[in-house]
């Protein structure tokens, strides 16, 4: 599972323009997602730093508008340290349960499934006593569109 969603994460950060890097040691952080532009007013390159995750627990389009996730509190609390240098976000990857469902190849195209979804949990609050329920809104699916409108909003010196 996790190969796959760095392969999604790849396409995505390819098809916006953005370029990867990967911390060592990692720390609880993924990867570097960065993108240069000159409309960037905070710096000429904006950085963001994702958390990876994926799960079969949870099936594709998930009803209304948030699904549930567990995190340790641990992860938790280092994703919603604020206030920070250098935004977090966390990437879920719903995945079907059988690995032979998730990847179609064609000769128009290639279909990774299911979907990654991102939020930002900056500020939210430990509840649990070991891990911690959070909640990704199913409106934020992460491809190159989102992933370029959350670039532009971190260049204009906003958050994610």
Same mark, same amino acid.
């Given at each position: 599972?996790?190969?796959?969603q760095?392969g999604?994460?790849h396409?995505? !950060? !390819?098809?916006a323009?953005?370029s @990867?890097?990967? $911390?060592?040691p990692?720390?609880g952080?993924d990867?570097?997602v960065?993108h240069?532009? $000159? +409309?960037?007013? *905070?710096?000429d390159?904006?950085?963001?730093? *994702?958390?990876?995750?994926?799960t079969?627990? =949870?099936? $594709?389009? $998930?009803? %209304?508008?948030?699904?549930?996730?567990t995190?340790?509190n641990?992860h938790?609390?280092?994703?919603a340290?604020?206030?920070?240098?250098?935004h977090?976000?966390?990437?879920? #990857? @719903?995945?079907p349960?059988s690995? +032979?469902?998730w990847?179609r190849?064609g000769?128009?195209? @290639?279909? @990774?499934?299911?979907?990654?979804?991102?939020t930002?949990l900056a %500020?939210?609050?430990?509840? %649990?006593?070991?891990r911690t329920?959070v909640r990704?809104?199913?409106s934020?699916i992460?491809d190159?569109? !989102?992933l370029c +409108? =959350? #670039? !532009?909003?971190v260049g204009a010196? %906003?958050?994610p």
């Amino acid at each position: 599972m996790e190969t796959l969603q760095v392969g999604y994460l790849h396409a995505v !950060a !390819a098809a916006a323009g953005c370029s @990867l890097s990967q $911390p060592f040691p990692d720390n609880g952080i993924d990867w570097h997602v960065s993108h240069s532009a $000159p +409309e960037h007013t *905070v710096d000429d390159e904006v950085t963001i730093k *994702v958390q990876l995750k994926c799960t079969y627990q =949870i099936p $594709p389009h $998930p009803p %209304g508008d948030a699904f549930s996730f567990t995190l340790d509190n641990a992860h938790l609390v280092k994703l919603a340290r604020t206030p920070v240098s250098v935004h977090k976000i966390l990437v879920v #990857m @719903l995945v079907p349960r059988s690995q +032979e469902d998730w990847l179609r190849a064609g000769h128009e195209r @290639l279909d @990774l499934r299911h979907c990654c979804y991102w939020t930002n949990l900056a %500020g939210h609050a430990v509840t %649990g006593r070991h891990r911690t329920t959070v909640r990704i809104p199913t409106s934020r699916i992460f491809d190159d569109r !989102a992933l370029c +409108e =959350i #670039m !532009a909003r971190v260049g204009a010196g %906003g958050r994610p």
